[in-house]
């Protein structure tokens, strides 16, 4: 009975020290937030900002504040411009 309890705690001792490295690989590669790197609270608070401005239309102005306060930084200079992403239905095919 004792040597069964024992393996039983070595075995889940191993599992879980087996999932606690596999975690902080898969952190490393950075496929998710784990132990080490934590997430970046402005994207968790934007969509937030965004749940809000449905359920309570009144809030909207707050986040087209936030967002005029992110252009106009970037035309400040202070945030890298974001690349602009081509709009498929400008594109012409001149081949024709």
Known sequence: MILKLLFW????TGLLFGLDRWL???EGRGWIYYRKKKPNSSALSN????VQK????????????KK????DQQK??????EP????????IDESR
């Open 47 to 50: 969509a937030c900002l965004e």
């Open 24 to 26: 902080l690989f898969m």
């Open 54 to 65: 449905l359920l309570e239309p009144s809030k909207k102005y707050v986040v087209q504040i």
């Open 9 to 12: 705690l070595v075995f889940i």
């Open 84 to 91: 602009e992403v081509p709009n498929p239905a400008e594109q």
């Open 76 to 81: 400040a200079g202070d945030l890298p411009n």
């Open 68 to 71: 005029d306060e992110k252009r």
